[in-house]
């Protein structure tokens, strides 16, 4: 039976049940699985099976205390006509590599498909570990992730979901994404103040213990939604093995044959996932880690040193502009062959320092991973060249993720099959993309979304469509220092 450890030792033994609902280990690592599994068919033996049938077929290796019931019915409450593509996550092939679109969930961007069963995960885990208090769920976000968390635990039993997000700093298409969320659990609070207040104050809250301990006296238990849960990450390994069965039906591959995985990245989780395939048996030739002008992981990649030392770029791939890549530690302790007292003193120089470099022994296990990065102007150069060659829409995070895939291709004729993560719908990121193919139109956030669609005739999804004609539903506006007293607020007449 697999069990939950934390990279930096000092939590060990829990079941996955146990490791979603506490979510963060409690010395501040993170959970790993103590070995990794491998799949007991041959990967030819998958072709023909649905997203929903691969998904099992990775998460009943992970989650192994879960019965095969209880997984099922959390999986096929998350992949069901909530998702707007019937196949959940199509595959197409543009301009020489293979477009995994994981964007077409409730929110527009990829981060639907992990939280979509995240909460089914954690409400049986409640379960399973006769956990009766109610789980409240806290995130601040810059704008993404709170609507894709919204969406996920709107409704569901036994939960209560409170999003931050900063007054100034969201789109405003994010902004009214939130606000509209409908659901008898769900809280959306803005902040006067930016994400970094929000993100502050979050982290504040779950590192009070008295406050913890209070609210856990009136029956509640905080957690969190973001990548760090194996809740979360785990589930997303199912997109690369779904990948690798598409390209064998297509007759694009042979069983065994390698590819290589684009992924563009920011909290290293996505492209985490994709090395956990491969681990599970997935053959993978490259590891392309995209970034944006916020280029850590392509220095760090490059040479082994790890250093937020250095300026913040906002960029028009917002969803990536981050310095601090939480999954990079997972990434560590496996490269390190398990020794969690490296992890510990890599962790304590970033926090002191803000830096670290890695031992040379383990700089020599990052040699299947690339590492590269694209400016703002150059997103913009690759998503009116695609459009223009192959009438492809990408949005801004997966046209990072093109072009360094595109260098890398030019400088090393690797003619590997290759599988991009499409992380976002275009029309998410609306005012960059028309920016790219039609610089001179001029419009809001909500009229260019309709001319988007004029122009290019590809569906506006429904999550954005009449976004500006629906009842705004939360009002709430808080100064920074009484985030405490609001969650106290929300949960007393609960
Ligand atoms: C979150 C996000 C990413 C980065 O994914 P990580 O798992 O954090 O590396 C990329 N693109 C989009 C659109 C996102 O929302």
């Not at 939130?178 to 104050?201: E, R, S």
């Amino acid at each position: 039976m697999i069990h939950y450890m934390s990279t930096r030792g000092n939590d060990e033994g829990k079941s996955s049940a146990q490791g979603i609902i506490q979510g963060i280990a409690k010395d501040k690592g993170l959970f790993v699985p103590d070995h990794f599994p491998v799949f007991d068919k041959k990967i030819s033996e998958f072709k023909g099976m649905n997203y929903a049938t691969i998904a099992y077929e990775v998460m009943s290796k992970y989650f192994e205390d879960f019965s095969k019931e209880e997984l099922q019915d959390a999986i096929e409450k998350a992949y069901d006509e909530k998702f707007e593509a019937k196949e959940i996550i199509p595959f197409n092939e543009k301009g020489g590599a293979f477009f995994l679109e994981l964007y077409h969930g409730k929110t527009a961007a990829f981060k639907d498909v992990a939280l979509s069963i995240l909460p089914h995960l954690l409400t049986t885990a409640l379960e399973k570990e006769e956990e009766k208090r109610k789980i409240v769920i806290l995130t601040a976000t810059s704008g993404d992730t709170g609507k894709a968390a919204l969406e996920g635990f709107a409704n569901v039993k036994n939960t209560e979901i409170i999003i931050f997000y900063p007054s100034e700093g969201v789109s405003e298409i994010q902004k009214r994404q939130m606000i509209t969320q409908q659901g008898q659990n769900t809280h959306v609070i803005a902040i006067d103040g930016n994400f970094d207040d929000a993100q502050n104050g979050v982290k504040k809250i779950f590192n009070d213990r008295l406050f913890n301990e209070k609210v856990q006296k009136e029956g509640f238990i905080l957690s969190s939604a973001n990548s760090i849960n194996i809740g979360r990450m785990i589930p997303q390994i199912s997109y690369y093995v779904y990948a690798y069965v598409k390209l064998l039906e297509n007759g694009k591959i042979q069983e065994g044959d390698q590819i290589n995985i684009v992924v563009p990245t920011g909290n290293f989780g996505n492209i985490l996932a994709a090395y956990y395939a491969s681990q599970m048996g997935i053959p993978v030739n490259k590891f392309i880690c995209a970034s944006n002008k916020n280029k850590v992981l392509t220095d760090f990649i490059n040479t082994g040193v790890y250093n937020i030392n250095r300026e913040f770029h906002v960029t028009n791939s917002p969803s990536m502009d981050i310095l601090i890549s939480s999954n990079l530690e997972r990434f560590l302790f496996h490269i390190s062959g398990g020794q969690s007292d490296i992890i510990k003193e890599l962790m304590e120089n970033l926090e002191k320092e803000g830096k670290y470099e890695l031992p040379d022994f383990m700089k020599n296990e990052m040699n299947q991973f690339v590492g590269g990065y694209a400016d703002d102007q150059k997103t913009l150069e690759t998503i009116e060249s695609l459009y223009r060659e192959e009438s492809y829409l990408m949005d801004t995070h997966t046209a990072v993720g093109y072009n360094v895939y595109m260098k890398y291709k030019q400088e090393t004729q690797d003619k590997t099959p290759t599988v991009i993560a499409s992380t976002a719908s275009p029309y998410k990121f609306t005012n960059s993309v028309i920016n790219a193919i039609a610089p001179s139109m001029k419009g809001t956030d909500f009229e260019l979304v309709e001319k988007l669609h004029e122009m290019t005739h590809s569906p506006i999804p429904k999550a954005l469509k009449d976004l500006d004609k629906k009842e705004i539903l939360h009002n709430t506006t808080i100064q920074k220092d009484q985030m405490m007293a609001q969650i106290e607020k929300i949960l007393s007449n609960k």
